[in-house]
């Protein structure tokens, strides 16, 4: 855990990413009732978070770094709780929250977790990148990346898929990446 949040801490000091909020999470957030729970897992700086909570959310957000917990603090909105958390032992509350939201994050033992996590009717918004030959300079080792189609089988039994795709995208920072995007939902119970 040191050794990563050292790592992220010295990325959020030297070299931030971008703070615009994805679209994917703009548009499918809004499918969920309004003044839901929701959390935001790997939140870094907090784009999502501020986001979901202007449209409503109260946020649960959590992260390895405490330099970017700390920014997102700073902040100060009221609907945002942002904490230092080691996400390779986080525990998430089951049948907790309207909305999870991951994005350029992946720790394969939080799948289940997160599915357990949501309410009946709760949507999960999860995006990372996949390993390719294609991908130029992706600051990650394969172990996180995500293959071919791994997104779609680790949460298609479990939720009704909304959204689904994988495509090449093109950053400024690293050059092109291949992604993988999915959105589902927790099925309420009949």
């Known amino acids: 855990m040191e050794q990563d949040r050292k790592k992220w801490n010295e990325r959020y000091r030297t070299s931030p990413p971008g703070q615009e909020p994805l679209e994917l999470v703009n548009s499918y957030a809004r499918l969920v009732k ?28 959590v992260d390895i770094s405490d330099v970017a917990v700390e920014e997102l603090n700073k902040s ?67 172990q996180h990346l995500l293959e071919e189609n791994e997104l779609l089988h680790a949460f298609c039994t479990s939720l009704r898929i909304l959204h689904y795709r994988e495509f090449l995208s093109v950053r400024q920072r690293w050059g092109q990446a291949w992604v993988a995007e999915l959105v589902g939902q927790l099925q309420p119970v009949k």
């Open 76 to 142: 100060n909105h009221p609907h945002v709780f942002a904490k230092q958390v080691d996400l390779d032992h986080y525990a998430i509350t089951p049948g907790n929250y309207d909305l999870i939201v991951t994005v350029n994050f992946l720790q394969r033992k939080l799948f289940a977790p997160m599915i357990a996590g949501l309410k009946p009717g709760g949507i999960l918004i999860y995006r990372s990148f996949m390993y390719s030959d294609q991908n130029q300079g992706a600051p990650m080792t394969r």
């Open 34 to 61: 309004t003044g839901g729970l929701a959390l935001d897992v790997a939140c870094g700086l907090g784009r999502h978070s501020i986001l979901l909570a202007d449209i409503g959310f109260t946020v649960e957000a």
